[in-house]
C-alpha cells in the first residue's frame, strides 16, 4: 500500500507500507500508517528519528540488527510517553516486529527480518 504524507517541514513524501491486516485491533481502521494498537489498548506511535538516534543506537550496539531495534525503540511512544528500549524488549516479539516494520518503513529502509525464515 502506498501512503502519501506530509513531513513536519511540509515535504510531500511517498511511503510503501506492507498492509498485512493479521492483528484485528489493526483491521478497525482507527489507526494511521505510523500507528500499532497493542493488546492491553495503548497506543505506539513511531516518530522519524534524527542522526543523534543513529549516534547513540551505535554507542549503544555495533550489531545492525540490535542497532534497528534500538532506533525503533527510540522513535517509539507509547500514548504519548518516550518508549524505554528495555520495555520495548518485553514486548511480544509480534509488536516488535511490526513496530519495526513500520520504523523501516517510514525511515525508507529495507524491511529487516528478526527471525530466520
Do not use: C, W
Not at 38 to 44: A, K
Not at 53 to 69: F, H, K, P, W
Not at 75 to 102: C, R, S
Amino acid at each position: 500500500m502506498e501512503i502519501n504524507t506530509e513531513t513536519a517541514d511540509n515535504k510531500l513524501i511517498s511511503l510503501q507500507v506492507p498492509n498485512t491486516n493479521t492483528n484485528s485491533s489493526d483491521v478497525a481502521g482507527d489507526l494511521h500508517f505510523n500507528q500499532v494498537r497493542l493488546d492491553d489498548g495503548r497506543l505506539v506511535t513511531i516518530h522519524r528519528s534524527k542522526g543523534r538516534a543513529l549516534q547513540n543506537a551505535m554507542r549503544i550496539t555495533q550489531d545492525a540488527q540490535e542497532r534497528v531495534l534500538v532506533l525503533a525503540a527510540h522513535a517509539a511512544h507509547v500514548d504519548g510517553q518516550p518508549f524505554n528500549y528495555d520495555d520495548f524488549m518485553d514486548l511480544d516479539l509480534y509488536y516488535i516486529q511490526k513496530i519495526t516494520e513500520k520504523y523501516n518503513a517510514m525511515m525508507g529502509n529495507p524491511p529487516s527480518q528478526l527471525l530466520p525464515t
